[in-house]
């Protein structure tokens, strides 16, 4: 699933081919779920959380959300596949497509007072690479429980997922499960770096295609094959060389070199 890093990248390739294009009218039904926003001029990119804005004229939105398998394309005309869910021709000759095999993507228009009143934006936390270490601190510091299950919470901090969480507690040595009333202040330090690390580092990188997202141009990011643990069970820990494992926290799998972040209980 996208994580912040895919989908701050889908926002930065999405802005030089979109902006300043008009979205054209639709000529039969397949196109005409662009709705009302047809002949609209598209203003702006942004993200926010996990989700893509497309500020249009006359104050409109259409935001997706990609969810597992959705990936926002900017392809010639004659694009097709079964999965696109969604098609917008463009003034500039190509199509904007929402691209979604396992049709978990959302789709929003309308106003930007409507869009952004939907309980996702509305529950979305603060993004990590714009608060200070203070803040982290302060966010994370209030909740008690275990930091994996901390880091995945959207209304807490936004765009954080799986692999993003893996990868950022083994950088900073802190087992998943280990609960944040424990935490001392090197734990907060530590963590704070990591996450700001690996995002960037992600980021970097074109972030993490391991099946079904790309870029809208349609590349693939370069971050997984670079990945230090996630999905590393039964390989080496590049740290220490202890063998990885694949253990439960969260509800989610989650990848720890049992050196590296033990689990003391406190
Ligand atoms: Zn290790």
């Given at each position: 699933m996208p994580e912040l890093p895919e989908v701050e990248i889908t926002k930065r390739k999405l802005g030089p081919l979109l902006i300043g294009k008009r979205i054209l009218p639709a000529r039969n039904a397949a196109h005409s779920a662009a709705g009302g926003n047809l002949g609209r001029k598209i203003l702006g990119v942004e993200r926010l959380g996990k989700a893509i804005l497309i500020r249009l004229s006359g104050g409109k939105?259409?935001?997706?959300h990609q969810r597992m398998s959705g990936k926002i394309l900017v392809a010639e005309k004659d694009f097709d596949s079964k999965h696109v869910r969604f098609k917008y021709k463009l003034s500039?000759?190509?199509n904007l497509i929402f691209h979604d095999v396992r049709k978990f993507g959302v789709r929003w228009y309308g106003t930007a007072k409507k869009v952004l009143s939907d309980p996702y934006f509305l529950r979305l936390g603060l993004d990590p690479l714009e608060i200070d270490f203070k803040k982290f601190k302060e966010l994370l510091g209030k909740l008690k429980g275990g930091i994996k299950a901390a880091l995945l919470r959207q209304d807490i901090l936004a765009g954080v997922g799986n692999i993003i969480a893996d990868e950022s507690l083994w950088k900073?040595?802190?087992?998943?499960?280990?609960r944040i009333e424990n935490f001392s202040e090197a734990d907060f330090k530590n963590l704070f770096a990591a996450l700001r690390f690996i995002l960037e580092k992600s980021i970097k990188l074109g972030g993490s295609t391991m099946r079904d997202w790309y870029h809208p141009d349609n590349t693939k990011g370069g971050y997984f094959a670079q990945r230090l643990i996630y999905g590393r069970a039964n390989e080496k820990c590049k740290k220490c060389?202890?063998?990885i494992i694949r253990m439960k926290a969260a509800g989610r799998g989650t990848f720890?070199?049992?050196k590296c972040q033990p689990f003391k209980q406190e």
């Open positions: 939105i259409l935001a997706f500039s000759g190509k900073a040595k802190i087992h998943p499960q280990k060389g202890k063998i720890i070199c049992t």
